[in-house]
C-alpha cells in the first residue's frame, strides 16, 4: 500500500513542486513505484516534467470531476509516473463545492492505485482551498517545504491550524512529515536565524535544508527532474539524502 505525502504550504514560490519532482526522482532512483499527482492549477509539476498541460485532452480536473477514472490519464517521465494537470482545475474548486463529501474525492481517487506504488506524492497549489484539503485529506503524511524567511514563519501556523483541524474532522492518521528549507542560503545571518527559530517551533521535525541553486530554475526549463538533468549536482544528492531521511519513516 502506497504512502501518501502531500506537499503543502499556502504560500507560492517555496519549493513544493520542485521538491515533489525531486524527493520523487531520488525516491524512484532506490527502486520506489512512485506517483506525482498534481493538484495544482497553475500544472507547474506538469510542465516542469516537460508535459505540454494545453495539449492534454483530460487530465486530473476530469478524474476529479469522476469523468475519467485516474489511469487513463497517467503518464511515464523517466521513472516517474505523474498524474497531470491542466488549468481547468481552477474551475474545480467551484464544481466540486457542492458535491457530497466533496473533501474524500482525491482519496476515493488514490484508493484505486494506491497498491500499484509505493509513494504517492501531491503537489499542492498555494492555498488552503478545496484541492489542498483533499490532498490533506487523502494524505498519510504532509511535508512542508518552507523560504527561511521570517514572514514565511508567520503563515506556518495558518497552515498547521488547517492541518489540525483536518486531523480532528476527517483524517486522524495526518502527520507531519516534516518541514524542508529550501533556497537557504547559509551565508546569510537571516536565514540561519530562520532556521534555528524552525527547528524551536518543530523539533526533531526539520529536514536538512536544500541550498539555493540557480540550476534548479534550469531543471523545469529543460523538463527533467534534478536528478536526470545533473545528477552530481548538490542540490541532486540534497534530495537523494532527503529521500534516505523520508524512507527511513
Ligand atoms: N533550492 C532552490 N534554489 C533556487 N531556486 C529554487 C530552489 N528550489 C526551487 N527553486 C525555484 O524557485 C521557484 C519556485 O519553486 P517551486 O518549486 O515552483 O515552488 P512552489 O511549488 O512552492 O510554488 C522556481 O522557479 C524554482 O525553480
Ligand atoms: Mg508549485
Redesign the pocket.
Known sequence: MARIIALS?QK????????AINLGAALAAIGRRVLLVDIDPQA?LTDALGIDASQLVQSIYDVLLGTVPLRTILQSRFQLTVAPATIDLAAAEMQLISEVGRERILADVLASVTSAFDEILIDCP?SLGLLTVNALTAADAVLI?VECHYMALRGLTQLVQSIEKIQRRANPRLTILGVLP??YDPRTLHEQEVLGELQKLFPGKVFPP?????R??ET?LAGKSMLVYDPTHV?AQAYRDLATEVLRG
Not at 507560492?12 to 521538491?19: I, P, R
Open positions: 504550504n507560492g514560490g517555496v519549493g513544493k513542486t520542485t521538491s507547474s498555494p517545504p529550501t533556497m536544500i541550498r539555493r541553486s540557480i534548479f530554475a523545469a542540490g
